[in-house]
């Protein structure tokens, strides 16, 4: 069986795991607004063109859809 503390440290370390996820996420977005490249991107393509996502799901790429 598993013990109590193994599950508390599975837990802990999956949350670290996303938190980390988010700090990297935000400066990674942060580092493209604020970099030349990106204001360069920015003004040829327009605001959210690098961000911007129009599908809904991945079931938007069904082969099969009419």
Do not use: P
């Amino acid at each position: 069986m598993f013990k109590l503390g193994f599950l508390i440290n599975l837990v802990l370390y999956i949350i670290g795991l996303f938190i980390l996820y988010l700090i990297i996420q935000a400066a990674v977005r942060n580092g493209i607004d604020n970099s030349e490249v990106g204001k360069i991107i920015r003004e040829k393509y327009g605001t959210d063109s690098i961000i911007k996502n129009d599908k809904k799901s991945f079931l938007d790429d069904d082969l099969d859809k009419d």
